[in-house]
């Protein structure tokens, strides 16, 4: 299945065709200055996530990223815990469902091939997107912020749940 979903990627099969007109529109607004400013206020949120978070954070040219398993420790060392009742990959859904409901900051994580990623990812910040929400070093500080509510939430799994899940409803079946 793994080099199936890979040759069907390669082709773009993934795409969904209500996602065409996105992709049309992104397409109709590519320069390369417009890449530069993408790649230019990324860089200055990794830099920032950076100064906050340390070597937990990875800079490549075009994203910023935060492992799972090193946003895991971050959290655990916030939780003043040795061990989680959840997986890194939920650790992550939940800083990002903090970031999008909070701070309205959508990340890779639910913008991707949901979910995209087992990583916390910032690909291609919008240099307005920074700026609408005050800077890269405030939304370092969101991201910093959101680490922390999820770190206090650790203290009681069931809030995880339902920040991931919502209320949920048990099926009773057919009436």
């Given at each position: 299945?793994?080099?199936?979903?890979?040759?069907?990627?390669?082709?773009?099969?993934?795409?969904?065709?209500?996602?065409?007109?996105?992709?049309?529109?992104?397409?109709?607004?590519?320069?390369?200055?417009?890449?530069?400013?993408?790649?230019t206020a990324t860089s200055s949120?990794?830099?920032?996530?950076?100064?906050?978070?340390?070597?937990?954070?990875?800079?490549?040219?075009?994203?910023?990223?935060?492992?799972?398993?090193?946003?895991?420790?971050?959290?655990?060392?916030?939780?003043?815990?040795?061990?989680?009742?959840?997986?890194?990959?939920?650790?992550?859904?939940?800083?990002?469902?903090?970031?999008?409901?909070?701070?309205?900051?959508?990340?890779?994580?639910?913008?991707?091939?949901?979910?995209?990623?087992?990583?916390l990812l910032f690909k291609f910040?919008?240099?307005?997107?920074?700026?609408?929400?005050?800077?890269?070093?405030?939304v370092a500080g969101y991201v910093?912020?959101?680490?922390?509510?999820?770190?206090?939430?650790?203290?009681?799994?069931?809030?995880?749940?339902?920040?991931?899940?919502?209320?949920?409803?048990?099926?009773?079946?057919?009436?």
């Amino acid at each position: 299945m793994a080099a199936i979903r890979a040759v069907a990627f390669e082709y773009g099969l993934e795409a969904r065709p209500m996602l065409y007109p996105a992709v049309v529109q992104s397409l109709e607004q590519y320069t390369e200055e417009r890449v530069r400013d993408l790649t230019t206020a990324t860089s200055s949120l990794g830099e920032a996530l950076h100064a906050r978070l340390g070597d937990a954070v990875t800079l490549t040219p075009v994203a910023v990223k935060i492992e799972a398993e090193d946003l895991l420790a971050v959290v655990l060392a916030r939780a003043e815990l040795a061990a989680t009742p959840i997986v890194p990959y939920e650790i992550t859904a939940a800083i990002a469902m903090v970031l999008l409901r909070e701070y309205g900051i959508l990340t890779v994580h639910f913008a991707g091939l949901p979910p995209g990623t087992a990583a916390l990812l910032f690909k291609f910040v919008p240099p307005e997107v920074l700026d609408r929400l005050g800077g890269a070093p405030k939304v370092a500080g969101y991201v910093d912020a959101a680490i922390d509510q999820v770190a206090e939430m650790l203290h009681t799994p069931a809030s995880i749940k339902e920040l991931l899940l919502g209320t949920v409803v048990a099926y009773t079946g057919a009436s």
